[in-house]
């Protein structure tokens, strides 16, 4: 059975930093990705990672700011948040993806429970 646990999300003032982490268990996907979403707006693609690592990808909104990295030997993939702003307040999520394209969120198999990040202006 597949499972993904995020954590790490939390409250933090604009222009600070958080770190979220999503455990993914069960087995291994090509693509692991983060999305978010804030109340009354569509689920957004924020950032994606290949299986080793080699490629990223990242909406345009947290390009430059937001990174994405994955640690196989721990099933684990993260996602460093700097330069926080107000706008990136929403419940973020974690999610897994055997094939199909990085960025729509309905080409994603498994899905995290999500994790709430507040930005304090």
């Known amino acids: 059975q597949v499972q993904l646990v995020e954590s790490g999300g939390g409250l933090v003032q604009a222009g600070g930093s958080l770190r979220l982490s999503c455990v993914a268990s069960?087995?291994?996907?090509?693509?692991m990705g983060w999305f978010r979403q804030a109340p009354g707006k569509e689920r957004e693609f924020i950032a994606a990672i290949s299986e080793r690592g080699g490629s990223t990808y990242y909406g345009n909104s947290v390009k430059g700011r937001f990174t994405i990295s994955r640690d196989n030997a721990k099933n684990t993939v993260a996602l460093q948040m700097n330069s926080l702003k107000a706008e990136d307040t929403a419940v973020y999520y974690c999610?897994?993806?055997?094939?199909?394209?990085?960025?729509?969120?309905?080409?994603?198999?498994?899905w995290g429970q999500g994790t709430q990040v507040t930005v304090s202006s």
């Open positions: 069960g087995r291994s996907f090509s693509i």
């Open positions: 999610a897994a993806l055997r094939s199909g394209t990085y960025y729509q969120a309905n080409f994603y198999d498994y």
